[in-house]
C-alpha cells in the first residue's frame, strides 16, 4: 500500500518533519533498519518481525520517504502487511494448521489474510494523519 503527499509553497521544516516520523515509528514498537538522510531527502524503514505480528496480521514494514525543499517536496509512504498476498497467508495458514483441520485452516487463513491487510490500512491512515498534522504543525 502506498500513499504520496505532495506539498507545495509550505516552508516545512523537514527535518522536524522526518524526526517526527521516526519518533512516532519507534513508539508504535517499529525496529529502524535504514535511516538515510541526504542533502534533499530522508529515507527510513522500520520492521516488526515479532512472531505476534505474524499471527495478527498487523503492520510488518513501513518505509517513508521525504524528498525535496522546504516549498516543494513529497512524502511517500509504504506500509507492507502480512495479508498483503492473500493466497500466501491463505496458503501459509494452510500449511501452518493442516495438522489439526486441514479444510478449515484453508478459510482461516483467508480471514486472517483480511484482517491483516485491514489492519494494516488502517495503520497507513494512521500514520498519514499523523504526518498531515505535523505538516502543518511543522510549516509558516
Known amino acids: 500500500m502506498t ?3 505532495h506539498m507545495e509553497g509550505k516552508n516545512t521544516d523537514l527535518e ?3 524526526a517526527s516520523v521516526k519518533n512516532f515509528l519507534l513508539k508504535e514498537n517499529f525496529n529502524i ?3 538515510d538522510v541526504t542533502e534533499k531527502a530522508y529515507h527510513l524503514r522500520a520492521v516488526k518481525t515479532h512472531v505476534t505480528r505474524i499471527i495478527i496480521g498487523a ?14 517536496y513529497a512524502v511517500i509512504i509504504l506500509v507492507g502487511a502480512w495479508g498483503k498476498n492473500m493466497a500466501v497467508s491463505a496458503t501459509t495458514g494452510f500449511i501452518i494448521a493442516s495438522t489439526v483441520a486441514a479444510p478449515a485452516a484453508l478459510a482461516v487463513g483467508s480471514i486472517a489474510a483480511a484482517g ?3 489492519t ?3 495503520f497507513e491512515e494512521k500514520l498519514h494523519d499523523k504526518i498531515a498534522s505535523k505538516i502543518s504543525e511543522f510549516s509558516s
Request: positive net charge; proline residues 3%; glycine residues 4%.
Open 16 to 18: 522536524k518533519l522526518y
Open 33 to 35: 533498519v535504514k535511516d
Open 3 to 5: 500513499k504520496l503527499l
Open 59 to 72: 503492520a510488518r514494514d513501513v518505509e517513508v520517504v521525504i524528498a525535496g525543499d522546504p516549498n516543494n
Open 120 to 122: 494494516a490500512k488502517m
Open 116 to 118: 491483516s491487510y485491514l
